[in-house]
């Protein structure tokens, strides 16, 4: 993706199946128009990020896990998350986690397990 135009990297980011990618314009009046086309777009995968200031607060944060078909396991919401001795608190951005045991960053997907 180096060097990559603004088009393509939108493309390629909503080719992402798990959320773990999403993009939005720095320019908040362009997000606003986003079509629904455009489906890893903050405004359909993690509307509350659209605008910084309305983050939800952990409380208001559920935690949901989704099992994808042959992929990763994808958690949502306010979690502590602990491996090989590191210990992370997780509650504004999905994490998806290896279930194949293919990845070059475990515990974390990285899209191996489609070779």
Not at 44 to 68: F, M, S, T
Not at 96 to 105: A, E, F, I, M, T
Request: proline share 6%; glycine share 6%.
């Amino acid at each position: 993706m180096k060097g990559a135009s603004t088009n393509r990297i939108i493309e390629v980011v909503n080719m992402c199946p798990t959320e773990a990618l999403t993009w939005k314009w720095n320019d908040d009046k362009k997000n606003v128009t986003v079509g629904e086309e455009h489906t890893n777009h903050v405004k359909y995968r993690r509307p509350e990020l659209i605008n910084d200031k309305e983050k939800r607060a952990p409380k208001d944060n559920p935690v949901v896990v989704q099992i994808i078909t042959d992929g990763p396991m994808v958690i949502e919401g306010g979690i502590t998350l602990k491996y090989n001795d590191t210990v992370k608190e997780i509650s504004d951005t999905p994490v998806s986690l290896c279930r194949c045991g293919k990845s070059r960053n475990k515990p974390f997907c990285d899209g191996s397990h489609r070779e």
